[in-house]
């Protein structure tokens, strides 16, 4: 996955078909992204693989990425598939734009999975950085009688919440495709390199 400092959109879109909520409840989404392991890894083109290449530095602090529809009530989420379309990594430390963090080769851990929350009417869960559990995972919390706030969602951190993963969303955070049929079947598939397509050479 292209990562870049201007902060780039995820594709394939993250996208995600909830079921089972309380329909007159509000909800929160979120998501974030949590490293596999602690390792750094190196592209071996002899190969045409990634290699282990020593420990990482220390994974900065996470960062949650709220979906825009939130909060919204349960029959709403589960109406159609909710889609993380507006949310774009970047491997700047210092952005200011909301955008999610993750880490180029050479840079510290590359391999991320995604993780999504599912926040109840009440504070919704914000995972602890020191504490990622090795693969992505949707938290749900349980709804609550009160309006939820996006602020108050932001400042509470432990509250009920049920976790669900999604282990086929692990990828390798990079600044360029090391394999041109990537680079090819992404140009070929993604909405935002028309560009691309039409001889155009600004980024997407």
Same mark, same amino acid.
């Given at each position: 996955?292209?990562?870049?400092?201007?902060?780039?959109?995820?594709?394939?879109? $993250?996208?995600?078909?909830?079921?089972?909520?309380?329909?007159?409840?509000?909800?929160?989404?979120?998501?974030?992204?949590?490293?596999?392991?602690? @390792?750094?890894?190196?592209?071996?083109? %002899?190969?045409?693989?990634?290699?282990?290449? *020593?420990?990482?530095?220390?994974?900065?602090?996470?960062?949650? %990425?709220?979906?825009?529809?939130s909060p919204a009530k349960?029959?709403?989420?589960?109406?159609?598939?909710?889609?993380?379309? @507006?949310? @774009?990594?970047? &491997? !700047?430390?210092?952005?200011? &734009?909301?955008?999610?963090? =993750?880490?180029? +080769? *050479?840079?510290?851990?590359? =391999?991320?999975?995604?993780?999504?929350?599912?926040?109840?009417? *009440?504070?919704?869960?914000?995972? +602890?950085?020191?504490?990622?559990? +090795?693969?992505?995972?949707?938290?749900?919390?349980?709804?609550? +009688?009160?309006?939820?706030?996006?602020?108050?969602?932001?400042?509470?951190? %432990?509250? &009920?919440?049920?976790? $669900?993963?999604?282990?086929?969303?692990?990828?390798?955070?990079?600044?360029?495709?090391? !394999? %041109?049929?990537?680079?090819?079947?992404?140009?070929?598939? &993604?909405?935002?390199?028309? *560009? $691309?397509?039409?001889?155009d050479p600004e980024p997407?």
């Amino acid at each position: 996955m292209i990562v870049t400092k201007a902060g780039r959109r995820m594709f394939p879109t $993250f996208q995600v078909k909830l079921s089972g909520l309380d329909p007159l409840a509000d909800y929160v989404l979120l998501m974030d992204f949590i490293p596999l392991d602690d @390792k750094r890894y190196r592209y071996a083109f %002899h190969s045409s693989s990634w290699l282990a290449a *020593g420990r990482a530095d220390p994974a900065a602090p996470g960062r949650v %990425h709220f979906h825009p529809d939130s909060p919204a009530k349960g029959a709403q989420w589960m109406r159609q598939i909710v889609s993380f379309d @507006k949310l @774009k990594l970047t &491997n !700047n430390l210092l952005d200011d &734009n909301g955008h999610v963090r =993750t880490r180029p +080769p *050479g840079a510290g851990t590359l =391999t991320y999975l995604g993780r999504m929350e599912r926040g109840g009417g *009440g504070p919704a869960h914000l995972p +602890p950085s020191h504490l990622p559990p +090795p693969h992505p995972q949707l938290h749900a919390p349980l709804p609550a +009688p009160l309006p939820c706030r996006r602020r108050d969602s932001e400042r509470f951190a %432990h509250q &009920n919440f049920k976790t $669900f993963s999604f282990p086929e969303t692990q990828f390798m955070a990079v600044t360029a495709y090391q !394999n %041109h049929r990537i680079t090819q079947l992404k140009i070929a598939s &993604n909405p935002f390199a028309k *560009g $691309f397509r039409d001889g155009d050479p600004e980024p997407w």
